[in-house]
């Protein structure tokens, strides 16, 4: 007989006895009729990769202060040694003894970090730390982000990276800012009042220094009140090598074009449909709108006037901006004081005695 035959000779009837008889006595219920297997039908069960018995709903004990009140919460609920219970959950008895070390002025920063960030609901903890800084603090970012995670304080998602603007060529089209007064950008913004009437905004960026020169806040704008605006400005701040904006009426304007031309400031447009290349004005605009237009309500022109230039002046002299270090835009000698917005002087008698960098 070959052997091949053999073979299936001897799998067949090994095959019958594994498939077996469902009227045979003694043979278990696999399925219960649904086709799903035993283990899959129980409740409560942990699968494979889950580490405890809720499905790792509790997460892993990474930080030592989670460790060390998990070993006495056996302790009191099992009524057992503290040395049964590190044994048990691997703790070093060293680490479970260990006293934390609080520092002298660990409940000053507390109260300043929650203080900033309940004034600056927008601000993360690297923001924060930053205007601490500038205010004397010797602080670690570090230290701040332990005491905001402790605080229950939301840390904003970071925004994805934007890659530069390139042509076929590979030649790149956007204008690098190279140093004060070399690049302006304007554009326009829109909201509306309490009664349902339209809010339009012009806004002008120094795009090197990152420092808001206007906030023009009007029911209605256009290129006569471009002029006035951008007359004021290069009265007061000298008038930029370039100015960027995208194609609306109010900036290709003839009077506009030609005033600008005399004034040999070189005009920037974007390509239409492509905000992103006006990206330092679009992400000034995404700040106006998520710290100011998202959270107040305007019942008239006036108070919308004067709630977007007090906050013009805080985003100049008192927000930390990233790309600065983590300070403010304007010159340290403009800042207003803390009276401005109401915030008593961070407490410690001197700076140097504010903690040390850990």
């Known amino acids: 007989m070959p052997r091949d035959r053999r073979q299936r000779a001897n799998l067949l009837p090994l095959a019958e006895g594994v498939r077996g008889n469902a ?20 409740c409560g069960e942990s699968y494979g990769g889950q580490p405890d018995p809720e499905g790792g ?4 004990l990474l930080s030592p202060e989670r460790r060390r009140r998990c070993v006495v919460l056996v302790q009191q609920q099992l009524g057992v040694s503290e040395r049964r219970a590190c044994t048990i959950l691997g703790q070093a008895r060293s680490t479970q003894r260990r006293k934390a070390k609080v520092k002298k002025d660990e409940e000053a920063l507390r109260g300043d970090v929650v203080m900033l960030a309940r004034r600056f609901g927008r601000y993360g903890y690297r923001m924060i730390t930053g205007m601490l800084r500038a ?3 010797r602080v670690n970012h570090k230290r701040v982000e332990r005491i905001w995670r402790q605080e229950g304080l939301k840390v904003p998602k970071n925004q994805p990276k934007r890659s530069r603007i390139w042509l076929n060529d590979g030649s790149c089209i956007r204008l690098r800012p190279l140093y004060r007064n070399h ?13 349902g009437r339209p809010l339009r ?3 002008v960026l120094d795009e090197y220094t990152r420092e ?15 002029l006035e605006t951008l007359t004021e400005l290069f009265t007061r701040c000298g008038s930029p090598t370039h100015i960027r904006s995208d ?5 290709t304007a003839k009077d506009v074009r030609l005033w600008l031309r005399d004034l040999d400031v070189k005009t920037l447009f974007i390509e239409p449909g492509s905000p992103w290349e006006n990206g330092y004005n679009e992400s000034f605009n995404g700040t106006l709108g998520e710290e100011v237009l998202k959270r107040e ?3 008239t022109l006036k108070e919308a006037t004067v709630l977007i230039e007090q906050w013009r002046r805080e985003y100049n002299t008192i927000r930390p901006h990233s790309s600065l270090g983590y300070r403010p835009p304007a010159p340290e000698a403009i800042r207003p004081h803390h009276a401005f917005l109401n915030l008593p002087a961070l407490r410690g008698p001197d700076p140097h005695s504010k903690g040390a960098l850990n």
């Not at 003694?26 to 899959?40: C, K, N, V, Y």
């Not at 808001?212 to 471009?226: F, G, Y």
């Not at 194609?247 to 900036?251: A, M, Q, T």
């Open 57 to 60: 709903i509790q997460g892993k």
């Open 23 to 42: 009227g045979e006595p003694g043979e278990a219920d696999e399925g219960g009729g649904e086709g799903e297997p035993a283990s899959e039908a129980s």
């Open 183 to 195: 690049v302006w950008s304007y554009d326009f913004v829109m909201d509306r009042t309490h009664d």
């Open 297 to 299: 309500v305007f019942f």
């Open 135 to 137: 205010e004397g603090w």
């Open 212 to 226: 808001c020169l206007a906030i023009v806040v009007a029911r209605t704008l256009k290129a006569d009140d471009v």
């Open 201 to 203: 905004m012009l806004t």
């Open 247 to 251: 194609n609306g009426s109010e900036f």
